[in-house]
């Protein structure tokens, strides 16, 4: 068909959105996906790949904008990879997220269901609390930034707007000792040079920070003159950590970690109770919003003293020890020992003793607990990847009364769903978060019922 081939030219009006955020038109009934196009839009779009059943295409000329377009505020947007929707407003974003979550839901999981309005962030701008900087070189001097999508090219991005400014601070206070004193930057082709990454942790309730420098030497000079830079640009620091991974690929924190000042772990506060966070430690990187998601998990399981609860993929422990709060028992289960290490102690932090935790895969935790008695209620926060059929058996094997799902990726949240339905519970309701503003990723909490 010539009219769909590789560089072909369209008018078209944009009528919907993907999964990913791109916009969606048709021509002669086929799907074209166009990155940056808004709903409503009349384009002109040029054909860049030409699929079985899909095409992708760019924008040439916006014949009729949007209401909702906006300037973007980052002048590296549609360069790194990090930013996704800085070219609409807020409302059309969160928009954007509400029907992806509820096409997901219907599309996929076969639900009929109408999904409220997404709860929004109160600010668009550093909210991150962690940062990862890639560090590399540029015209022979070192810089921090993200990564270009799809590809490890570093796009220069200190000043990254939706990150803490410590953040900022950090990467800058590296590249500059790194210059200073001739440390080499990590080259991911030849596997030479040290420095790797700047990893930021900001604890917003006590205004403390941790900063891990990612290296693949296990010495570094001049490391003296690092923790004066650090703490010179950031105050706040209370910690700082050499991680030396020596690690090929994508894994931004691996093998050994040594303080080389301060304490090895920083503390913040989440719904009234105090977190100690290594640097492994899984937080959410949006404070406010993780605590409106947990609150409204805490809601769904409408625990009572009475009743035994199981917290599936329990990381720090933060939803059990919530949840610890309303229950007579809670007990949470997570794979990952340096996990299970954070949140006892976080227990023991908090003064909680109703609480109990084990380090076991979430499919074999129905046979753990054949002696601890069958929980009302079970919740579970998997990794994006969602359930494994495994895991849903033994959930719905247990036989609770609730199972409160915490998603964030609406296509596997619908999936498990829907296999969730088909062991004998029913949907009962669905609250969206907007975790990630700019961003296209959304959370999503939902409450299963038995029959």
Known sequence: ????????????????????????????????????????????????KVLRNVAYA??????????????????????????????????????????????????????????????????????????????????????????????????????????????RRAAQAVTRWTDAHGILTYNEKTLAGAV?????????????????????WEHLDH??????????????????VLNVNKTPGNTVLAGAFRTIWGDSRITDELCGLKFRLSPLSFYQVNRAQAE???????EFSALTRDDLALDLYCGAGTITLLLAQSAGRVIGAEIVPAAI?????????????????????????????????????????PP???????????????????VVYVSCDPGTLARDLAEFRNLGFSLKNAAPFDMFPRCKHVECCCLLQQD
Not at 223 to 240: M, R, W, Y
């Open 384 to 402: 994006r990847r969602g359930l494994s059929p495994d895991v849903i058996h033994a959930v719905a094997g247990m036989a609770p009364k609730r």
């Open 292 to 298: 409106r998601l947990y609150h409204k998990t805490a």
């Open 341 to 381: 290490e954070d949140a006892r102690r976080n227990a023991e932090l908090n003064g909680i003793e109703n609480a109990k935790f084990i380090c076991v895969d979430a499919s074999l935790a129905a046979d753990t607990l054949k002696n601890s008695g069958a929980p009302q209620v079970v919740v579970v926060d």
């Open 223 to 240: 490391q003296d003159k690092l923790v004066d830079a650090l703490l010179q640009a950031c105050p706040e620091t209370a910690s700082i």
């Open 1 to 48: 068909m010539p009219e769909l081939a590789k560089n072909a030219e369209h008018i078209v009006t944009i009528e919907s959105y993907n999964s990913s955020g791109l916009g969606v038109t048709k021509v002669s009934g086929f799907v074209i996906f166009v990155k940056g196009a808004l709903r409503g839009e009349v384009c002109r779009i040029r054909l860049l």
């Open 196 to 216: 790797r990454r700047v990893f930021v942790r900001h604890a917003a309730a006590t205004d403390t920070a941790q900063i891990a420098l990612v290296t693949a």
């Open 58 to 167: 760019k924008i040439v000329e916006i014949i009729t904008p949007s209401p909702h377009r906006t300037t973007p505020a980052c002048k590296n947007f549609g360069k790194c990879g990090g930013c996704d929707f800085m070219h609409m407003d807020y409302g059309e974003e969160l928009e954007l997220k509400r029907l992806r979550v509820e096409d997901a839901l219907r599309r996929i999981g076969g639900f009929d269901i109408d999904v409220p309005p997404v709860v929004g962030c109160e600010t668009l701008e550093g909210y991150r609390n962690k940062a990862v900087y890639a560090v590399g070189e540029a015209d022979g001097r070192a810089v921090a930034g993200f990564y270009r999508e799809r590809t490890h090219d570093i796009v220069p991005a200190a000043g990254c707007i939706i990150q803490a400014d410590v953040s």
